[in-house]
């Protein structure tokens, strides 16, 4: 046991160089044990070299873990039934993946009998709370080490430096040419942040983007594909039921090639400052703008209203790291009782970049009413005199206002 | 005076068809004067055959007014302060325009000695709410007559029928090719309604759209703009002052050239209903777009948060009709209170329906920060230890209540 | 079957003089049969005259119904889970009955055949409302009669009139010395209108008041109670186990004996005037404070403030009518959701009109962790450092405008 | 200048034994000047002593301010047109002070040329945000010394010790009888917190209350009071008129002899944890009341939900020390800009802790109109017909759902 008290952590460990270094790190400052995990969550690397990595460095408990299904499933889709959109533009791609990892850090610690976590995010960003809140609320206990916040190698050489110092591989062709930018990728995003993003009038170059073509680059024809949802969520596509990640990654791929999902905005962080990030969502576009589509035709106008106005605070919680919160947990109640009668099937059109709204319909829950919208002769469906008495008593207030303010 | 006690009516009168029915049909029911009034509020239509109609209709009181101005001005650009969208999709482009004709008529009936105003609303719609509820809270005793509630010319042949038996020019060919759509159109927008649209699962024809291109057949070269905020709204492009109506012109067009704000979407109205309805915004889907990347520049992240989640409330008002009422007045000022801040420069890219923000800056408000934001080593500006008492002391109640089930 | 189509009308019958107006009314005009519906909601009348009266119109179904530990269990309970009161200061006492009133109304319409339902509601009050909305949500075809809005019987003196013309007994006797006021009652409250509180600067004369005695004429001594929540229900008082309906009942006593739940407000009603009401609501006060007390110790901070921020739009829900709205249900899910965790006792003191809480405290579910509140030390369970960072990364966002707003 | 580089430090100076502890602590840890700021905001002290004893300590620039008339204006008056109330009960007594005495504290600073500011809050509480939050928004850099989440003087003893070590005089006879409790006051209220109180089953002992009689206590005749309100805000008591402060002197005294305005509560710290806390609040307890019912007459209805709304909000801001924000001011131009109208005369009766609205007018801006709302004949000015159409379409979504479902 270390002088910390801590005598084994869990490491959620990508086999980059950042985690293999806070690896090193660890033993030499905790005189602890390591237990590495690695999960994929559809940043779509390859997990055994950091295996490989993980055993090279004396790590005796090694995890990795598939988590794809459960993070669509679990994660993804109930946050998109909120149509949950952070400052007007961003679809928490980075946000919705951390409770997850926490989660199985957590579950890895109980496993393994270690009594801390450690993560690789630094202390300016969201995603150490993200990571600790979560930690907290599920072991209250647990220790957290977040080296970023810790050590002195606040740069990039001192950073190099130790790694030399301690032998540990530094995998120049890993990434091909070297992206200057901070980045982050799973099944619903792949996020860049830094180098020229720190000007927030410079427009980003075209060769940052990985998982999209430009608009400009896309096919001239569109493409169509028909979601069907069952209580909010896409069981579906074309017909061919599929499960929750299979939808992701198929939505991803006709949407990438359709130039679909950039976005380039200035968020706020929870931790207090601005910053500049792009992301790509190309499956996440397509979702939000289908979902509001099926829910137009038939969610009830009230709870479709209620569903908006508590939505900011839905996706401000996620960002902020309280998945597992009560106040998330309960918002996720009132949502998910709303999506019982989400059901249906959505037309979508994607074509260099816009998603498009091609149809909706739904055999079973459609609250459209032709007969009463028509323009046409209703034969009595809806009488018109009714409108009067309608504006009449909603116009009261104002006439009693008015004729005193005329007095 | 009439038996129903209306001595004197200011009618909103287009000039087409069926508010030439109505002049008449106002005259022989209610045996009463009637006062015409035209407006301009960039509907791109010819005025003066509405005059001369009128005229030839034997109206004494004729009123045509260039609203344009004060429409972009007063109504669409305050609106735009709040990034008002309903439904998550609607840019109001209808509703916003009523609340002004609502004033103008009441205006013109004081004036002209009117007790009553009338318009050519149906009694399905929300326009006829939004007329109402407007003439009611600026005269609170004005009698309102609203023929289709009254009236049993509920289809199109009984019109043409009356329109014949008493001699109402039927002006085929203004239209050139009649849509058989319900349109209407202002700066802001132009909307259709009705006929296939009448089945949601229906994709609209391309001929059905008016102002802008199609994405297909937009340019292949993107267009840049630089709009220029002070206090949140556009006061210059391309370094150009303009005033607000002068502002719309220009993003129409290039918006519209370059397939930009088409929408089709399920609507819930006020009456109850839901209905269906395609849209055209060029300048309104840029402003939307633009206005949120300056706010995202230099607006305070909680003014922002509390921005968003008054939106749809503010939405709804305007939806709903209640412009002229205290609840609007009130967010009102609390959003213009907000916006003093809003100052600087945004450059959009359009390309092919694509908006892009391609830059923002803010000599005098941009609360960006670099120097905390960067990857870099920011020279002590962030204590990255600060982060873990903020996460410790936000962690608490969930530590707490963890333990205790754990208990 | 009469002119207007309607073959059986079920009506709210209370069995005094209006509705027993409305029944002999109803007969007249519809030519149809008309079933009668008196239910127990804890008014505190018996109904078996109700029968009598009935009988003698010559009613064939009469339906007579205890339905107090429903109102109680599925009504009253549910809605002061959210702590509801509208506009700071009603309970909502009337309008909490009205849609069992309707769903009863509707069952019976569907167990008898009827195609109508009926109630003596007038057309400028809530109540109309309630009964209708609840109505139509549950059989929208059913046809309403609401006879306040089609007669011209609308003075006291043409009630007379009609009563006595067509041989309807007026029983003087039955309310001892006639109240002025329009009143309605049900286990929850007592209600007030009309009269001299139509000057809202008016007091209340002291004889008013019929279910609670004044505050100067409580006892000298204070009551104490002990109410035990179970998943924020009131399921034991005093240790003794007891149903919905007997938690009222007896809180109604001591409430009552101890001046407890006056109130004398000016409320806006949702047909849209101002009106004026006084209302006496023992339980309610007492389970109002109550449960806010537990929830105080047993409910995490942000689901407290989640449902504090959502309570008066559930308020207006169920004042307006729309308890059998897909919106009030999923507020409810949420609130419901939240309440798992509210179990423990609350301890009330009941003293001349004051209802003051005297401790609280759960078992099972205390989120009050005194080790950690402490003012003496308190062993290292909460580190006052965190503190400093907790401030300066909240603080940061307000540093960055002021240095901003300096320079 | 000291090794923090620390040169003059402003330190909030009660006179006390904690303070004056702090006082030296500065000196010998910090080997910097201290100014001391001693603030009368109503708490009912003489303040020369601290005046005497900052002398007796060598601190050259000693601050006194009468801080009360600016206290009520600016700070309790505006929050109460909120109708301001942290989780349903506490009416932010505390919270509201410490915004001024962050603004003074800096004032003070740019006067004195100090780059520091000192307080006596603990890191457990809540008052070191509130204090800091402001400091930091008002002069972004400057430094905040904390001692209590500094040093090491964690329990009673050891600050005695530090007292008798360095020649601090202990007061012993200035509070006559010891309280065992922690206790804040200023014109809005006292607070108790500690001792038996950490336990929330215990009920508080009568001693422990200073500002009110028990409602036990409290003469058996009621007071009458009448508050005439202009813009929100009351300006006279029983016609005489009357300064933000002396209005809340009279109320208290009045308040206070009546029993009125005793809470207990447990309540939700922002630094996470729960806390118990008792508060006298005679003046607020009776504003609060009062303020609704003047809004009750003259604001109107949708105004006046949105303000209940919004409150909750607000009230989380006040009580978290955000008064000194974006957000704070925006939310009060919103409730400002509404009261504009909320004119006219309270008459309040308070008797042994009950505070009871027995009347309220207004000459210019009652919404009230006894002519719509009349039970009797009310001549045509209510149309009870056009409730028809009201309900009927308020009722159309969920009947078009209705018939869905059993279809």
């Not at 946050?79 to 951390?98: H, K, P, Q």
């Not at 199985?104 to 801390?116: F, S, W």
């Not at 909010?232 to 061919?240: F, L, S, W």
């Not at 609250?367 to 046409?376: G, K, Q």
Request: glycine share 8%; with cysteine.
């Amino acid at each position: 046991m270390s002088a910390s008290g801590v005598k084994k952590v869990v490491l959620a460990y990508s086999g980059g160089l950042d985690t293999s270094i806070i690896l090193k790190w660890l033993k030499e400052e905790y005189d602890c044990e390591v237990v590495t995990f690695t999960a994929d969550i559809g940043q779509g690397e390859e997990l055994e070299p950091a295996r490989a990595k993980a055993e090279a460095a004396g790590v005796k408990e090694i995890y990795i873990d598939d988590l794809t299904e459960e993070f669509a499933r679990d994660f993804v889709f109930p946050m998109f039934r909120a149509n949950a959109i952070y400052e007007g533009e961003y679809l928490l791609g980075t946000s919705i993946a951390r409770p997850l990892i926490a989660k199985r850090l957590i579950e890895i610690a109980n496993e393994t009998g270690a009594d801390a976590i450690s993560h690789g995010a630094t202390g300016k960003g969201n995603d150490q709370v993200r990571f600790e809140l979560g930690a907290y609320a599920l072991k209250p206990d647990v220790h957290v080490i977040a080296p970023w916040r810790e050590w002195d190698l606040l740069s990039r050489e001192k950073l190099m430096k130790y790694a030399e110092d301690h032998g540990i591989q530094i995998d120049y062709v890993k990434q091909g040419k070297k992206s200057p930018y901070s980045m982050d990728a799973n099944l619903l995003h792949i996020s860049y942040e830094g180098d020229i993003l720190e000007d927030p009038w410079a427009e980003p170059e075209e060769d940052m983007w990985r998982w999209t073509v430009s608009p400009e680059q896309a096919p001239n024809e569109p493409t169509y594909v028909e979601l069907t949802y069952a209580k909010g969520d896409i069981v579906a596509i074309d017909g061919k039921p599929m499960s929750a990640a299979e939808v992701m990654v198929h939505l991803n791929k006709v949407g990438g090639e359709n130039g679909i999902g950039r976005d380039d905005i200035v968020e706020n962080r929870y931790v207090g400052m601005k910053s500049r990030g792009c992301y790509e969502t190309p499956a996440g576009t397509i979702m939000l703008k289908a979902h509001r589509a099926i829910e137009s035709l038939t969610l009830d106008r009230e709870a479709a209203h209620l569903k908006d106005e508590l939505m900011p605070k839905y996706a401000s919680i996620v960002y902020n790291g309280y998945w597992w919160s009560p106040e998330r947990e309960a918002l996720q109640a009132l949502i998910d009782h709303t999506q019982q009668v989400v059901n249906g099937v959505v037309r979508m059109k994607l074509y260099k970049g816009n998603v498009i709204v091609a149809g909706r319909k739904s055999d079973t829950n459609s609250l459209f009413d032709a007969s009463i919208a028509t323009f046409e002769d209703d034969a009595g469906a809806y009488d018109q005199k009714d409108a009067s008495g309608f504006i009449k008593l909603n116009a009261l207030r104002l006439r009693v206002a008015s004729r005193l303010k005329k007095s």
